[in-house]
């Protein structure tokens, strides 16, 4: 029996994004290739409403966290990388393995990192780049994109990365408003297609620091991959050309929902959940006014038994997800991200309160 997935990626995938993918192949470097790179890259620039640039990678959203250490940070500066969860640890262990020079900026899991708290990092010490998960996966919190930016902007020299792998496509997101120069996502989470895709939005001061960088390393170099575009309108590499053809035709979809329409519904989606959470008497893991609008994290004040709800849940064609790390069965999360609807959040819900007895 197939599991309805209710995990923060990756997500379910609707039967006409599936089929989306099953067309006869083409060579990547063939006119039809470029028609359709082109017509992805259109979609995304309209969808985001960003003069920025953009590019594809066939890969995990991750592969962002090593072009950040290999592109963005000149020998002998420093990075600033905020951690408040797993992901954003990952971060600044990637930068950390590249050679760079990382200060830590860490707050309490369940917290946020506050724009207050980077700008009085950024008067003390130059940074080449300040890091941060807009979405920490494994805590909900969300950070304030917008605040950031608008703090970072104030230091020329500095570029805002930004980690967007679970809310890029759910949550709203102006690259151009919010100041980012380089946000990296994965399609399997809120753009509900299979995994193997990841999303660059980068600015043109992204670019003229990568110039500025030696030894970008050769699938991570983003020099690479922009100039082969500007050029060719191709990637350098092989790509996913299959997954291609599926985030071509969701793009369709998204930009009838609009960016907007999409936030909304995921927005709903994640009240719905946290009212549910609160009534039952379970506590919110994040810090109240930053929960995540694509997953909830919820405090396991009940003392349940999430495996045995996940192994009920699955005779029943569905699954959520335990905490993460350290988290594990002191949290649960619901995904609540790509096609989820209130009717299905509900649906899983429900289950819930059957299978857990809950009034």
């Not at 983003?222 to 191709?234: M, S």
């Not at 907007?260 to 959470?277: D, N, P």
Request: charged letters at 25%.
């Amino acid at each position: 029996m197939h599991r309805r997935l209710y995990i923060p990626g990756p997500t379910e995938v609707s039967e006409d994004v599936l089929q989306a993918q099953v067309r006869p192949m083409i060579g990547h470097r063939h006119k039809d290739f470029t028609a359709l790179y082109a017509s992805v890259l259109t979609q995304l620039h309209e969808y985001f409403n960003t003069e920025q640039h953009i590019a594809v990678f066939a890969a995990s959203g991750t592969i962002g966290m090593d072009i950040t250490g290999r592109n963005l940070i000149r020998e002998g500066k420093a990075a600033l990388s905020c951690v408040n969860g797993a992901f954003s640890k990952r971060m600044a262990d990637t930068l950390k393995n590249c050679g760079h020079n990382v200060d830590v900026l860490e707050v309490e899991w369940g917290k946020a990192i506050k724009p207050e708290m980077i700008e009085e990092k950024l008067k003390e010490k130059e940074y080449d780049v300040v890091t941060v998960c807009q979405n920490e996966t494994s805590t909900g919190v969300k950070s304030d994109l917008k605040a950031i930016g608008e703090v970072i902007s104030k230091y020329p020299e500095t570029l805002l990365v930004v980690d967007t792998v679970s809310s890029l496509g759910g949550d709203l997101i102006l690259p151009d408003e919010m100041h980012t120069d380089f946000i990296f996502a994965s399609t399997q989470k809120a753009f509900a297609l299979p995994p193997g895709l990841a999303i660059m939005i980068y600015s043109e001061k992204a670019v003229k620091r990568a110039e500025e960088v030696k030894n970008r390393g050769t699938y991570t170099d983003l020099l690479k991959v922009h100039n082969y575009y500007l050029k060719k309108k191709q990637t350098p590499s092989t790509p996913a050309i299959s997954l291609l053809y599926a985030l071509d035709y969701q793009l369709g979809k998204m930009l009838k929902e609009t960016a907007k329409g999409r936030y909304e519904r995921h927005k709903a989606m994640a009240e719905l959940t946290r009212k549910w959470a609160l009534e039952k008497g379970f506590k919110l893991f994040a810090e109240k006014g930053y929960e995540s609008v694509t997953v909830t994290t919820i405090e396991n004040t009940l003392n349940k038994d999430v495996s045995a709800l996940n192994a009920a849940l699955a005779e029943k064609g569905m699954e959520l997800a335990n905490g993460y790390g350290n988290l594990k069965n002191k949290t649960f999360r619901i995904g609540h991200m790509g096609d989820h609807t209130l009717e299905t959040i509900q649906e899983l819900l429900n289950n819930i309160n059957e299978i857990w007895e809950l009034n």
